[in-house]
Protein backbone atom coordinates (compact mmCIF):
# COMPACT_ATOMS: atom_id res chain seq x y z
CA UNK A 1 0.00 0.00 0.00
CA UNK A 2 2.88 2.39 0.82
CA UNK A 3 4.02 1.79 -3.13
CA UNK A 4 0.93 4.05 -4.37
CA UNK A 5 2.39 7.31 -2.13
CA UNK A 6 5.51 7.00 -4.28
CA UNK A 7 8.54 9.39 -3.50
CA UNK A 8 7.55 13.26 -2.71
CA UNK A 9 7.38 15.40 -5.65
CA UNK A 10 9.29 18.45 -5.29
CA UNK A 11 8.40 20.96 -7.83
CA UNK A 12 5.83 23.52 -7.52
CA UNK A 13 4.97 25.35 -10.55
CA UNK A 14 4.43 29.22 -9.23
CA UNK A 15 5.96 28.72 -6.19
CA UNK A 16 8.68 31.08 -4.58
CA UNK A 17 9.89 29.93 -0.92
CA UNK A 18 11.45 33.18 -0.50
CA UNK A 19 7.95 34.15 0.38
CA UNK A 20 7.14 31.32 2.51
CA UNK A 21 8.96 32.49 5.95
CA UNK A 22 7.11 35.62 6.22
CA UNK A 23 3.88 34.76 5.07
CA UNK A 24 4.20 31.83 7.74
CA UNK A 25 4.29 34.45 10.54
CA UNK A 26 1.31 36.41 8.95
CA UNK A 27 -0.73 33.29 9.21
CA UNK A 28 0.00 32.10 12.70
CA UNK A 29 1.76 28.54 11.58
CA UNK A 30 5.44 29.39 13.37
CA UNK A 31 2.93 29.30 16.71
CA UNK A 32 1.74 25.90 15.81
CA UNK A 33 5.00 23.94 14.16
CA UNK A 34 8.55 23.38 14.45
CA UNK A 35 9.88 25.12 11.05
CA UNK A 36 13.27 24.42 9.99
CA UNK A 37 14.71 28.46 8.46
CA UNK A 38 11.07 30.14 10.01
CA UNK A 39 12.74 32.61 13.13
CA UNK A 40 10.25 31.52 16.02
CA UNK A 41 8.84 28.72 14.34
CA UNK A 42 8.94 26.61 17.53
CA UNK A 43 5.40 25.59 17.98
CA UNK A 44 4.38 22.01 18.98
CA UNK A 45 0.93 22.03 18.42
CA UNK A 46 1.32 20.21 15.03
CA UNK A 47 3.45 17.83 14.09
CA UNK A 48 7.08 19.21 13.33
CA UNK A 49 7.74 20.19 9.81
CA UNK A 50 11.19 19.13 9.51
CA UNK A 51 12.06 16.92 7.00
CA UNK A 52 8.80 17.55 5.43
CA UNK A 53 9.88 16.72 1.77
CA UNK A 54 10.37 13.47 2.69
CA UNK A 55 6.96 12.77 4.31
CA UNK A 56 5.11 10.10 2.64
CA UNK A 57 1.64 11.13 4.06
CA UNK A 58 -0.03 14.86 4.89
CA UNK A 59 -1.40 14.31 8.05
CA UNK A 60 -1.19 11.00 7.72
CA UNK A 61 -4.06 10.85 4.96
CA UNK A 62 -3.02 12.30 1.54
CA UNK A 63 0.12 11.25 -0.60
CA UNK A 64 2.58 13.84 -0.49
CA UNK A 65 2.73 15.61 -3.65
CA UNK A 66 1.92 19.56 -4.27
CA UNK A 67 -1.15 19.54 -5.44
CA UNK A 68 -2.01 17.61 -1.95
CA UNK A 69 -0.08 19.70 -0.09
CA UNK A 70 -1.62 23.08 -1.61
CA UNK A 71 -5.04 21.17 -0.94
CA UNK A 72 -4.29 20.73 2.69
CA UNK A 73 -3.02 24.42 3.44
CA UNK A 74 -5.75 25.61 1.85
CA UNK A 75 -8.76 23.70 3.39
CA UNK A 76 -7.09 21.33 6.59
CA UNK A 77 -10.91 21.14 7.73
CA UNK A 78 -11.92 19.84 4.50
CA UNK A 79 -9.30 17.24 4.80
CA UNK A 80 -9.51 16.22 8.41
CA UNK A 81 -12.83 17.85 10.05
CA UNK A 82 -12.29 18.58 13.50
CA UNK A 83 -8.01 19.10 13.68
CA UNK A 84 -6.62 21.61 15.36
CA UNK A 85 -5.48 23.37 12.17
CA UNK A 86 -7.61 26.10 10.59
CA UNK A 87 -8.44 26.34 7.36
CA UNK A 88 -7.12 30.41 7.11
CA UNK A 89 -7.82 31.38 4.32
CA UNK A 90 -4.56 31.28 1.98
CA UNK A 91 -4.82 31.90 -1.49
CA UNK A 92 -3.90 29.47 -4.39
CA UNK A 93 -0.64 31.42 -4.81
CA UNK A 94 0.37 31.74 -0.98
CA UNK A 95 -0.54 28.15 -0.61
CA UNK A 96 2.25 27.59 -3.45
CA UNK A 97 4.66 29.82 -2.45
CA UNK A 98 4.43 27.79 1.37
CA UNK A 99 4.61 24.59 -0.20
CA UNK A 100 7.57 25.00 -2.39
CA UNK A 101 9.21 26.28 0.75
CA UNK A 102 8.12 22.89 2.73
CA UNK A 103 9.77 21.18 0.19
CA UNK A 104 13.26 22.28 0.95
CA UNK A 105 12.91 20.54 4.13
CA UNK A 106 14.74 17.65 3.87
C1 LIG B 1 -3.65 26.29 15.44
C2 LIG B 1 -2.52 25.47 15.08
C3 LIG B 1 -2.08 25.37 13.63
C4 LIG B 1 -1.83 26.39 12.74
C5 LIG B 1 -2.04 27.88 12.92
C6 LIG B 1 -1.28 25.76 11.56
N1 LIG B 1 -1.21 24.42 11.72
FE1 LIG B 1 -0.50 23.08 10.37
N2 LIG B 1 -1.13 21.55 11.54
C7 LIG B 1 -1.68 21.69 12.79
C8 LIG B 1 -2.07 20.37 13.26
C9 LIG B 1 -2.73 20.05 14.60
C10 LIG B 1 -1.73 19.44 12.25
C11 LIG B 1 -1.97 17.94 12.24
C12 LIG B 1 -3.30 17.68 11.57
C13 LIG B 1 -3.63 16.22 11.42
O1 LIG B 1 -2.73 15.39 11.32
O2 LIG B 1 -4.83 15.91 11.33
C14 LIG B 1 -1.12 20.24 11.19
C15 LIG B 1 -0.61 19.69 10.02
C16 LIG B 1 0.12 20.41 9.09
C17 LIG B 1 0.82 19.83 7.97
C18 LIG B 1 0.91 18.34 7.67
C19 LIG B 1 2.12 17.83 8.43
C20 LIG B 1 2.36 16.36 8.30
O3 LIG B 1 3.49 15.94 8.49
O4 LIG B 1 1.44 15.59 8.04
C21 LIG B 1 1.42 20.86 7.30
C22 LIG B 1 2.29 20.74 6.06
C23 LIG B 1 1.07 22.07 7.98
N3 LIG B 1 0.28 21.76 9.05
C24 LIG B 1 1.49 23.32 7.59
C25 LIG B 1 1.00 24.50 8.14
C26 LIG B 1 1.26 25.81 7.61
C27 LIG B 1 2.18 26.12 6.43
C28 LIG B 1 0.57 26.68 8.39
C29 LIG B 1 0.40 28.17 8.20
C30 LIG B 1 -0.09 28.60 6.91
C31 LIG B 1 -0.08 25.91 9.43
N4 LIG B 1 0.20 24.59 9.25
C32 LIG B 1 -0.85 26.46 10.45
C33 LIG B 1 -1.84 22.86 13.49
C34 LIG B 1 -1.71 24.13 12.95
Redesign the pocket.
Same mark, same amino acid.
Given at each position: MFAEAGAPTWRVPGGNPAN?PA !??QV??? &? &???T %?PGVQHAV?N %?? #?P?TR?AD?T?????LP?TPEN?IR? !?RA #?QT? %?PG? &?? #?D?G?SDV?ARD?AAY !?YTLR
Open positions: A !LMFGC &A &ACH %VG %VG #PLFRYIAGMNLW !L #PI %VN &AM #PMIQL !L
